[in-house]
């Protein structure tokens, strides 16, 4: 399995012994010739299914996405939270994969979520207004935020600390016990 940051080998199944490992599907014992290892479980290759279409993920592939407490085929990822659109400030697609930053409705990419004025890349746990369209970091907030009024144009709430938005993406392998 691939993890982001993680080994990319499940620890080692012992061969001959009777260490039996448990799937993080159903709970059991796996005792089948072959197990699949992702996000650092072990899996009988019939219980890690797609939450959606319900395929055998082994069968279909060699990887699976989580997201909202799913676990996706590629397939059904794409269906449900499809190519996120547009980048509100480059204006180019953003592949389904791809983490984003959200505000307002709007999405970025991780790249373009910068202050408006000083062209700084906003991170998670950053704080940012959100004004009229337009992102400003803590220190390059307008004048008026600091005075304590919004000017007249100011239509839309200010929004405190965006997190990007968690996607997963797996790999796994199959084992052989």
Known sequence: MVNPGG????????????????CAGC???????FLLY????????????CSCCQAQLGEIGTSCYTKSGMILCRNDYIRLF???????????SI??????????GNVYHLKC????????????????????GSLFCEHDRPTALINGHLSSLQTNPLLPDQKVSPLHW????????
């Open 113 to 132: 979520f910068t202050c408006s004025t000083c062209r700084n890349r906003l991170v998670p746990g950053d704080r940012f207004h959100y004004i009229n």
């Open 82 to 92: 499809g190519n996120s659109g547009a980048c509100s400030a480059c204006g180019q």
């Open 27 to 33: 709970g059991g014992k796996i005792a089948d010739r």
């Open 38 to 49: 992702t996000m650092d479980s072990y899996w009988h290759s019939r219980c890690l299914k």
């Open 95 to 104: 592949p389904a994969s791809e983490l984003v930053m959200r505000a307002q």
């Open 170 to 177: 797996w790999k796994f392998v199959l084992s052989e016990l």
């Open 7 to 22: 080994n990319s080998q499940p620890p080692a199944v012992g061969t001959g012994s009777l260490s039996w490992k448990r």
